[in-house]
């Protein structure tokens, strides 16, 4: 295998992938057409959170910018120069609505065809609609290229199965799941990512291979939307519902998750539209589909049980301040993309209420956004735990929670507040009380 590889697309997988391949020795290209985000990477800066062995990516970046062993650029023919295996991380973005957005993927494809030399390797690790390997994207690069796919350049499937946060370790250790649109193209990519990852290499066919990465989210969203049903049923029978799935889980076939503020990122959302889309017009999917809705109105659910949870204390959630903690998407990421804590901050403005969202770990950009705990917390009335983050630990809550104007309610959807609280020494007695009496989860 040559030294140096391009990896198209530098956002949240890219990125540290690209710097993954500069740790285990290889020269990496990285391609973007995101100008800004090119020029942020030369300077050494990215806001991607990931650390390896206690150092974060923007340090890894920049110690591999000064080696010379990583390039970024928005020119794909520097990659071209030296390179002979691509990894492909653009991404087949859904709205909201459900709508896919196929274009960015299949543009890269075209301007990687225009650049393929024979026996190169294109790797593609984007998720994608089951079968867009073969009815669009390998057909972009031989018509790109003008040259037959499997026979003058090797093309290979191999969906990234990282999570954000975990992404710099589990490349290194996640099974992979290859298919190759030959034995050979499988062969090449193998070695590749044999390079990469510890984990065991399965190969298969290529739609099984494309299939596989969305079914694994599609279970995620299947077993969230449950886990939010249990919610719903523990709380008509007044039981704790952490309890209650902790003891369900002591059976060994059973495993259930925890209800959270619903589901965000980039990955499981998109999982039911992909599959949708895969099939024929008129096929329907109704159990994903019902997942789906349980899991995006979940973030209102949440405003619709803090606004009761006020009336009982005798508030109106339109004269309130609401306070969230934690604007990721999902605990320890500062990734907003479908953040299900936006979702709530949205609805809880729409019903008049003022909202302050704090996140240490998210760039300040939204205008609910503030940039310290207290002034989160001064006078709220409210508290929702969004998404928890590292950082929230090195805080004193207790301390910081008796700013808030009381009676106030605290809803802690990640089960952490009541954790953090018992477990500070300096803790007095009437204080946790006050807390936990607030606490709904
Ligand atoms: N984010 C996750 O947690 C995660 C986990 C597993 C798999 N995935 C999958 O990995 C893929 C990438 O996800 P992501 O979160 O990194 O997305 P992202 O949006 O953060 O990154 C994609 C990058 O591709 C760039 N791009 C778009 N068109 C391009 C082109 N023509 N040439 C070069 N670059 C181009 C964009 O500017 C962006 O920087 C997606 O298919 C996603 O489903 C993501």
Redesign the pocket.
């Known amino acids: 295998m040559d030294g140096t590889i391009g990896v ?8 540290p992938l690209a710097l993954c391949l500069c740790e285990k020795g290889y020269r990496v290209v990285g ?4 100008e800004d ?1 090119v020029n942020e990477l030369c300077r050494g800066r990215t806001t ?1 959170s990931e650390t390896l062995n206690g150092e974060t990516l923007e340090s890894i970046l920049q110690r591999h910018l000064s080696s010379g062993r990583f390039i970024p650029t ?1 020119h ?1 023919s520097v990659a071209a120069w030296e390179g002979r295996a691509y990894i492909v ?5 859904v709205t909201k609505e459900g709508t896919l957005n196929e274009a ?2 299949l ?2 494809m075209e ?2 065809g225009k650049v393929l030399k024979p026996s190169d390797l294109v790797l593609v ?4 609609v089951p079968g867009m390997m073969e009815d669009k994207i390998i057909p972009r690069l031989r018509e790109a290229s003008q040259m037959t796919p499997g026979v003058d350049f090797h093309v290979a499937y191999a ?6 946060g975990r ?1 710099l370790h589990e490349f290194q250790t996640l099974d992979v799941v290859l298919a190759g649109l030959t034995p050979q193209c499988a062969a090449k990519a193998a070695d590749l990512l044999s390079h990469l990852t510890a984990g065991t290499i399965h190969v298969t066919d290529l739609r099984t291979a494309q299939l596989t ?1 969305v079914i694994e989210n599609v279970q995620r969203d299947v077993n969230i939307a449950l886990a939010h049903q249990i919610k719903e049923i523990a709380e008509h029978h007044g039981v704790d519902v952490y309890e209650l799935i902790r003891l369900a889980n002591t059976h060994p076939r059973v495993r259930l998750l925890e209800p959270g503020i619903g589901v965000g ?3 499981i959302p ?1 999982a039911y539209a992909y599959l949708a889309a895969s099939l024929p017009a008129g096929r329907t999917l109704p159990l994903l589909k019902l997942a789906r809705g349980i899991n995006e109105t979940a973030p209102a659910r949440t405003v619709e049980r803090l606004a009761k949870q006020l009336i009982a204390v005798g508030k109106s959630l339109d004269e309130c301040t609401i306070a969230i903690l934690g604007l990721g998407m999902k605990d320890g990421s500062n ?1 907003v ?1 479908h953040s299900p804590a936006l979702a709530c901050a949205e609805h809880l403005l729409q019903r008049g209420a003022v909202v302050r969202a704090f996140d240490p770990t998210v760039p300040m950009q939204f205008p609910f956004q503030v940039s310290t705990l207290e002034s989160c917390l001064y006078g709220a009335d409210g508290v929702i735990v969004a998404a928890w983050q590292q950082a929230f630990e090195e805080f004193d809550l207790a301390r910081a929670l008796r700013m808030c104007r009381q009676p106030a309610v605290i809803v802690d959807l990640k089960h952490r507040l009541r954790r953090s609280l018992a477990s500070d020494p300096s803790q007095r007695e009437g204080e946790l009380a006050w807390a936990s009496r607030g606490v709904d989860r």
């Open positions: 198209v697309g530098l956002g949240y997988i890219g990125l391609v973007d057409i995101d985000k991607v928005t794909i991380t653009v991404g087949v973005p960015p993927l543009i890269a301007q990687l690790r984007s998720t994608v969906a990234e199965r990282v999570a954000e992404a990465k990122g980039y990955c998109s990734d993309r």
